[in-house]
C-alpha cells in the first residue's frame, strides 16, 4: 500500500480546511502546494529528530560506559549531564578546520558529506508508525539499503583522501569491512521479503500479528537465526566495537578520520550514531513486530469502538501508541549494541573477515534456502499456528 | 496495468535536498565562528610526530581486491533475488510456488558452489599462508 504521511493526514479535517483556505487563496487546487510543504516540515522534523537522538546516543553511550565501569559519566552540563551533546556540538563547530596540504580537496570535502547524507536519505522510510512514515516506498527495503551503503563511500574516501597512511589504511579496512557484511544483512533482508511478500516497510511490519509470538522473530527457527545474523552483520556494518578497527584508537590512531577536524568530524561521529539506530530500527520493523501494538491498540478500533472516542482522535491515539512501541524496541536494541561495545574485546582483522565470509554468509544462504523451503511446505504458517493446528486437530478427535 | 505513481518519491528527494542543506549549513555556521591559523606544521599529515616519508596513494594488497570482486557477485545476486522474493507469496497463491522455488534453489546453489570454490581456493583467507607453498616446493 504506497502510503506517504499525507495520505494519513489528508483523513483530518484540519488538512481539508488548510487546502481549502490555500485553494481560494491561489485559485487552483492547493493539495499538491499543501502537501509539498507539509514534506518539508516532516523531512526537518525527522532530521531534527535522527540529530537529536545521534547526539543523545553520544551522551547515553558516555553514561552507559560509565555505569558499566562503576563510575560516573557527564552530570555537569544541566540536569544529570543531558546536555553534554549540545556541548560536545558547540565545541566541534568553533574548532579550527585543518586541511593539510597534502589532501584530495574535492573528495576530503564531500566525504563526510557523502556519510551524513546517505544516512539522512535511509531515514525517508523509517518505519516508526503506519501513519507517520514519510513515504511508505513500494520498494522501501530496497532503498533503505542502497542508502547505507553511501556511508561505505564516505569512509573509503575519507580514508583516500587524506594521503595519510594511517588514514589510507583505515579507509581500506573499513570499506572492506562494509562491503563484505553487506553479503549477510543483504541475504537475511531477501529472506524477509521472501516471508512478508513485498518490500515496503508497510508490508514487511503488517506481515506480523500484534501479541509477541506472532513476530517475524518466531515465525520460523530460520529467522530466529537470521535475526542474530542480521544484527552482528548490521553491526559490523556500522563499525561499532568489537568491530571497529577502521576507527581503532590503540592501533590507527583514528583511522581513516585522523585528518578531519572539527564540524567534518563531527559528521562522521554523527552519523555512525544514527545509522546504529537506523540499523535497530529495522532490525525491529522485521523481526520485533515492527511498531504493533499489543492487542491491536494501534490502529484505534478498539478505542473507537469500546471507548466511544471521535474516529480521527482514536487513530491519532492509536498512532503515538504505534511510534511508543516501536521507539521502546529500538531503544532497548540501542541499549545492546552499547552494552556490546563495552564488554567485548576488539576484534583483529582477519578474524573479521573470517567471521563475515565463512560462518555468517553461509549461515545466512542456509537461512535463505530453509525459509524458502519452509514457506513452500507450509504454506507461510508459522510454527505457532502449525502447533495450534496440531491441538486443534487432536482436541476435535476426541 | 498499475499507474506509475512516482508522487511517492517527492518527500525522498525532498529530503535528500534538506539533508544536503543541513550539512552544507553547518559547515558554513562553522565557517563564521571558527578560527582560522594555519601553520606550516599544522598542514602536515599526522604521523606520530615524525616526518611522513611519500605520499599514501601507492600500491596496495591485493587482498582488498579479491573481497571486492566476490562482493560484487554476491551483491549482484542479491539483487537479482529481490524481485523473485517480493512475488513468491503471490506465485504461491496462483499454485505456481513450486516453479519459483525451484528457480530460488538453482540460483542460490550455483552461487554457493561459487563461495566454496572460492574457500577452498584460499581467496577467503585474510592471511595467505606460507605452509602451503613450502609443501609445494617439495
Redesign the interface.
Known amino acids: 500500500m ?1 502510503a ?2 499525507i495520505s494519513y493526514l489528508s483523513q483530518s479535517k484540519e488538512f481539508n480546511l488548510i487546502v481549502a483556505w490555500f485553494s481560494e487563496l491561489f485559485g487552483f487546487d492547493a493539495t499538491s502546494f499543501v ?2 510543504n507539509l ?2 516540515v ?3 522534523l ?2 531534527g529528530f535522527a ?1 537529536t537522538v545521534g547526539g543523545l546516543g553520544t551522551f547515553a553511550e558516555r553514561k552507559i560506559s560509565a555505569d558499566l565501569q562503576m563510575r560516573q559519566g557527564p552530570n555537569r552540563v544541566g540536569p544529570y549531564g543531558i546536555l553534554q551533546f549540545l556541548a560536545d556540538g558547540v565545541k ?11 589532501v584530495d580537496k574535492f573528495t576530503f570535502y564531500i566525504a ?2 557523502l556519510c ?2 546517505g544516512v ?2 535511509a ?2 522510510v523509517f518505519p516508526i508508525s503506519s501513519g507517520f512514515i ?5 520498494v522501501g527495503i ?2 533503505f539499503l542502497g542508502m547505507t551503503s553511501l556511508v561505505g563511500v564516505g569512509i573509503f574516501l575519507g580514508g ?1 583522501s ?7 589504511l583505515g579507509g ?1 579496512r573499513g ?2 569491512q562494509i ?2 557484511y ?2 549477510p544483512v ?2 537475511t533482508i ?2 524477509m ?2 516471508l ?4 515496503s516497510m508497510g508490508i514487511l511490519v503488517s506481515s506480523q500479528g500484534s501479541s509477541v509470538l506472532d513476530w517475524n522473530l518466531f515465525h520460523n527457527p530460520f529467522t530466529f537465526i537470521g535475526f542474530f545474523v542480521y544484527f552482528i552483520a548490521a553491526l559490523a556494518e556500522t563499525n561499532r566495537a568489537p568491530f571497529d578497527l577502521p576507527e581503532a584508537e590503540s592501533e590507527l ?1 583514528s583511522g581513516y578520520h ?2 578531519f577536524s ?3 568530524f ?2 562522521f561521529a554523527l552519523a555512525e550514531y544514527i545509522e546504529v539506530l537506523i540499523v535497530c530500527g529495522i532490525a525491529t520493523a522485521m523481526f520485533l513486530g515492527g511498531y504493533k501494538v499489543p492487542f491491536d491498540l494501534g490502529t484505534g478500533e478498539l478505542l473507537n469502538q469500546k471507548l466511544g472516542l471521535d474516529l480521527m482522535l482514536a487513530k491519532n491515539i492509536g498512532q503515538f501508541l504505534e511510534i511508543g512501541s516501536f521507539l521502546t524496541k529500538t531503544f532497548a536494541l540501542y541499549y545492546v549494541v552499547i552494552w556490546i561495545r563495552w564488554t567485548l574485546p576488539r576484534l583483529r ?2 578474524q573479521l ?2 567471521l563475515c ?2 560462518y555468517l ?2 549461515i545466512a ?1 542456509f537461512n ?2 530453509g525459509c ?2 519452509w ?2 511446505v507450509f ?2 504458517q508459522s510454527i505457532v499456528q502449525l502447533f495450534s493446528l496440531l491441538f486443534k486437530s487432536s482436541g476435535g478427535g476426541h | 496495468m498499475s499507474t506509475l505513481n512516482l508522487d511517492v518519491y517527492m518527500p525522498v528527494v525532498i529530503l535528500i535536498i534538506l539533508a544536503l542543506l543541513v550539512a552544507g549549513g553547518s559547515l558554513l555556521l562553522s565557517k563564521f565562528l571558527r578560527p582560522s591559523n594555519p601553520t606550516e606544521l599544522k598542514l602536515t599529515a599526522y604521523e606520530c610526530g615524525e616526518a611522513p616519508v611519500g605520499t599514501a596513494w601507492s600500491n596496495f594488497n591485493v587482498r582488498f581486491y579479491v573481497i571486492a570482486l566476490i562482493f560484487i557477485i554476491f551483491d549482484v545476486e542479491s539483487a537479482l533475488m529481490f524481485p523473485v522474493a517480493a512475488v513468491f507469496r503471490k506465485f504461491m497463491s496462483i499454485g505456481m510456488g513450486g516453479t519459483l522455488l525451484v528457480s530460488i534453489l538453482t540460483f542460490v546453489l550455483i552461487l554457493v558452489a561459487g563461495i566454496v570454490y572460492c574457500w577452498k581456493k584460499g581467496d577467503l583467507d585474510w592471511v595467505k599462508s606460507f605452509v602451503s607453498q613450502e609443501l609445494d616446493k617439495k
Open positions: 504506497n506517504t504521511i502537501a509539498f514534506f518539508g516532516f523531512a526537518l525527522l532530521i540529530a566541534l563547530i568553533t574548532k579550527e578546520d585543518i586541511i593539510p596540504a597534502q563526510p558529506v551524513l547524507v539522512f536519505s531515514l525517508s514519510l513515504t511508505d516506498l513500494n530496497f532503498y583516500y587524506s594521503n595519510s597512511k594511517w588514514s589510507m581500506m570499506a572492506s562491503i563484505s553487506e553479503i543483504t541475504i531477501v529472506m521479503v521472501l512478508a511478500g513485498g518490500m590512531v585522523t585528518e572539527g564540524m567534518r563531527g559528521f582483522v582477519d573477515m573470517t565470509w565463512k554468509t553461509p544462504l535463505l534456502i524458502a523451503v514457506i513452500y504454506n507461510g
